[in-house]
């Protein structure tokens, strides 16, 4: 079992920056991920990591997004930098307890356990 707990949503303006940050409880996840999900829209991946360290990126992330992690605090982050008003959505911290691919893969389906979601909106 694992529980996540998400900090760090809020409103910016375009160009601006925000942390997002996850805090697991439990079992150690062996990849954890950020998703996010607009009204309407599909949830899609943003970027994730596999307990070794190993990232994967949407395209729209590259460049703009980091994702890292703090072991010995079990504590996830997305650094979030010349964020864009198309960057609004609800971002949902992710987490999955099994053995998985050697870079983990941004599909919903993949990860097992959720946090509650935190929104971000971008203001131009």
């Known amino acids: 079992q694992v529980q996540l707990v998400e900090s760090g949503g809020g409103s910016v303006q375009a160009g601006g920056s925000l942390r997002l940050s996850c805090v697991a409880s439990g079992t150690f996840p062996y990849w954890m991920g950020w998703f996010r999900q607009a009204p309407g829209k599909e949830r899609d991946g943003v970027a994730a990591i596999s307990s070794d360290g190993i990232t994967t990126y949407a395209d729209s992330a590259k460049g703009r997004f980091t994702i890292s992690k703090d072991n010995a605090k079990n504590t996830l982050y997305l650094q979030m930098n010349s964020l864009k008003p198309e960057d609004t959505a609800m971002y949902y911290c992710?987490?999955?307890?099994?053995?998985?691919?050697?870079?983990?893969?941004?599909?919903?389906?993949?990860?097992?356990?959720w946090g509650q979601g935190t929104q971000v909106t971008v203001s131009s």
């Open positions: 992710a987490a999955r307890l099994r053995i998985g691919r050697y870079a983990p893969k941004l599909e919903a389906d993949r990860f097992d356990y």
